[in-house]
């Protein structure tokens, strides 16, 4: 397993559509899953899509820890934690038109956070690392990442599904002058919606 360098915006790989992968078991796929994880071990990440390590193809890995739970708005099982997830060739499909906006970081947009719409209730599927089929129902946190992760493999990343580039910012700049944070978390409430965020390099 590698420690693999995580591509920032700009760089042309990020805005690539990732291609299928047609055999889950092959040799490079495998070594791919098993540096995705060990590069978001060592980030402190918790999603990574292949697109960001520089490999075309449609891989996601991503998790929900107990420690992100929101009033058991994670997911759609009441709440409960999503363990560390292998999802390839995923498909997502909204399962009704509510949006929320909830605070975004991404790896590849280092030290930055936005406001994110996002779909707040979907059915992701696919298949795993063993190619064994994945189909789940998720909402809340949950729901965010997993369409995070799954943009990155159509080349889109967090600022290009932003409605108020206003809200794009450093997080430090919030920490290091606490006055602006309550304006910033005014804009989210402002649309009367969710606050749920990935952490600034999560993703």
Not at 5 to 18: D, E, F, N
Not at 31 to 58: C, F, H, K
Not at 118 to 129: A, D, K, L
Request: hydrophobic share 40%; glycine share 10%.
């Amino acid at each position: 397993m590698s420690i693999l360098k995580i591509a920032r915006m700009g760089h042309p790989v990020l805005r690539l559509s990732a291609a299928p992968v047609d055999d889950p078991g092959a040799p490079e796929i495998q070594r791919l899953i098993a540096d995705i994880g060990e590069t978001l071990d060592d980030a402190g990440g918790i999603g990574l899509a292949a697109t960001q390590v520089y490999a075309p193809w449609r891989v996601v890995i991503f998790e929900v820890p107990d420690d992100r739970l929101d009033d058991g708005e994670a997911d759609g099982e009441g709440g409960a934690p999503v363990p560390r997830t292998v999802l390839i060739n995923p498909v997502i499909e909204p399962l009704s038109d509510d949006v929320a906006v909830g605070w975004e970081g991404c790896l590849s947009v280092p030290g930055m956070r936005g406001a994110v719409p996002r779909f707040t209730r979907i059915r992701y599927s696919g298949v795993n690392e063993s190619g064994e089929p994945i189909s789940r129902e998720a909402s809340g946190f949950h729901a965010r990442v997993v369409q995070h992760e799954c943009d990155h493999l159509d080349g889109i990343l967090y600022p290009m599904r932003m409605t108020d580039m206003s809200t794009l910012h450093f997080v430090s700049e919030v920490r290091h002058n606490p006055g602006l944070r309550e304006p910033l978390e005014d804009e989210i409430e402002d649309h009367g919606e969710g606050e749920e965020a990935l952490d600034e390099d999560a993703a």
